[in-house]
Nanobody, 121 residues
Framework: QVQLVESGGGLVQPGGSLRLSCAASGSIFSGGAVGWYRQAPGKQRELVATITSGGTTTYADSLKGRFIISGDNAKNTVYLQMNSLNPEDTAVYYC???????????????WGQGTQVTVSS
């Protein structure tokens, strides 16, 4: 089973940027796609963005224009560029491999530890 490890989180001031990385122990697109998720304190985990092996991307409507997901097949890594960050973006960010069944992409299996992003002055 391919393991994914998140990194790149930290403390950033409002208006700043961060780039998160999701590195895989094998083929990062083994399931067909990868998703970035986030979970803020006291809230449910939510989907932030997805990218398929063919490069097709989707975003949560509220994040379009600020977040950019990209992938590097040679490095088995998926990135999440986050711009114009605000305190509401504070959360633990997770990546997860996705598989297609039914009518959409689904995260199957356990989750990693994630990477903490804190937006504060």
């Amino acid at each position: 089973q391919v393991q994914l490890v998140e990194s790149g989180g930290g403390l950033v001031q409002p208006g700043g940027s961060l780039r998160l990385s999701c590195a895989a122990s094998g083929s990062i697109f083994s399931g067909g796609a990868v998703g970035w998720y986030r979970q803020a304190p006291g809230k449910q985990r939510e989907l932030v963005a997805t990218i398929t092996s063919g490069g097709t991307t989707t975003y949560a409507d509220s994040l379009k224009g600020r977040f950019i997901i990209s992938g590097d097949n040679a490095k088995n890594t998926v990135y999440l560029q986050m711009n114009s960050l605000n305190p509401e973006d504070t959360a633990v960010y997770y990546c997860h491999g996705l598989v297609w069944y039914g009518s959409g992409w689904h995260a199957i299996g356990s989750w990693g530890q994630g990477t903490q992003v804190t937006v504060s002055s």
